[in-house]
């Protein structure tokens, strides 16, 4: 099983950023998505989340209206799209899989995910 999440790097406040991963190993359209993310020194938390046919969207607060969520079954890969970024959204952020039913609960629960990426980093310069 593998996510490779890519995309990170430096961008100016107000820039854009689009992240990707790229899942193999296990049924992908059997799973739902999420996006989490880390700041130093903070907790990871979710960020947002798609279901398995893509008919379920989630967003945390502090990104609702600036991230789209997205994701190809066909390719199996699943897509942030991050703009307006501001210097707190500076993190690393982790793709990740859960096999539980749409559930936004539970999807905020980091215990529920099978597997986890490896992280790519963002940095939001102000």
């Known amino acids: 099983v593998q996510l490779q999440a890519s995309g990170g790097g430096l961008v100016q406040s107000g820039g854009s950023l689009r992240l990707s991963c790229a899942a193999s190993?296990?049924?992908?359209?059997?799973?739902?998505m999420g996006w989490h993310r880390q700041a130093p020194g903070k907790e990871r938390g979710l960020i947002s989340c798609?279901?398995?046919?893509?008919?379920?969207?989630y967003y945390a607060d502090p990104v609702q209206g600036r991230f789209t969520i997205s994701r190809d079954n066909a390719k199996n890969a699943v897509s942030l799209q991050m703009n307006s970024l501001k210097p707190e959204d500076t993190a690393v952020y982790y793709c990740?899989?859960?096999?539980?039913?749409?559930?936004?609960?539970?999807?905020?629960?980091?215990?529920?995910?099978?597997?986890w990426g490896q992280g790519t980093l963002v940095t939001v310069s102000s």
């Open positions: 190993g296990f049924l992908f359209d059997e799973y739902a």
């Open positions: 990740a899989a859960a096999s539980v039913n749409w559930n936004t609960g539970s999807l905020n629960d980091k215990s529920r995910y099978d597997y």
């Open positions: 798609i279901s398995k046919n893509s008919d379920g969207e």
